[in-house]
């Protein structure tokens, strides 16, 4: 069964402390996204990475943190630093980024705070 | 800096009717544009992309069309079903400074009425 699996569902968030959601993908594609989805608003980018051991920040990074250890995987710390943290989290995967390939999406985490 | 407007910003049909979704954005400089759904709580499904080359693109009752010379391009959606009600957005990918770059309009929310 191939796909982006995102866990968890739901995550809440007590005041200072840190979350990771997770994202795991199959799909075998080298660019993954981070996408922060606010209501009635657009997708804002937090992180991408082309490649394993590689990473960079998007338009709102600060508060956020990522790693990519291996090509499946691409987990995203939700830190005290940021402020304002309850929206809907999405991670996508492109096979291959800057190139006319469709972006695939998971099911996303909606992170609320406590 | 690429803006993506989606108007409207909601849309009531009776079922069975056909009808037209608009994106339009600011700088005509892009590789592509694609058109997604997003059910309530869910990721985003690709429907269609289209190349910067290409004027239109099909899948089943749906047809995107593009003209970047206008910065606009339109989601055809024949013989509405129920089914269809979702949230449609587009994104314009394009390069931005020094980087590849992908902005999402807000969406449209689409209800189709039985």
């Known amino acids: 069964d191939g796909g982006i699996t995102q866990s968890p569902k739901y995550l809440f968030r007590k005041e200072g402390q840190n979350v990771t959601l997770s994202c795991e993908q199959n799909?075998?594609?080298?660019?993954m996204y981070w996408y922060r989805q606010d209501p009635g608003q657009g997708l804002r980018l937090i992180y991408y990475s082309q490649i394993v051991n590689d990473f960079q920040k998007g338009d709102i990074a600060e508060g956020y943190s990522v790693s990519r250890e291996k090509k499946e995987s691409f987990p995203l710390t939700v830190t005290s630093a940021q402020k304002n943290p309850t929206a809907f989290y999405l991670c996508?995967?492109?096979?291959?980024?800057?190139?006319?390939?469709?972006?695939?999406f998971g099911s996303g985490t909606q992170l609320s705070v406590l | 800096k690429q803006e993506v407007t989606q108007i409207p910003a909601a849309l009531s049909v009776p079922e069975g009717e056909n009808l037209v979704l608009n994106c339009s954005f600011t700088d005509s400089a892009i590789y592509n544009l694609q058109w997604f759904r997003q059910d309530p709580g869910k990721g985003l499904t690709s429907l269609l992309l289209?190349?910067?080359?290409?004027r239109e693109q099909t899948s089943g009752r749906l047809n995107a069309s593009l003209d970047k010379s206008s910065g606009r391009s339109t989601l055809y959606i024949a013989a509405s079903q129920p089914g269809d009600s979702a949230t449609y957005l587009c994104?314009?990918?394009?390069?931005?400074?020094?980087?590849?770059?992908?902005?999402f309009g807000k969406g449209t929310l689409l209800t189709v009425n039985p």
């Open positions: 799909l075998n594609h080298d660019a």
């Open positions: 994104a314009v990918s394009y390069y931005g400074g020094s980087n590849y770059k992908l902005t």
């Open positions: 996508a995967t492109q096979y291959r980024r800057a190139t006319n390939e469709k972006l695939f």
């Open positions: 289209i190349q910067s080359s290409q």
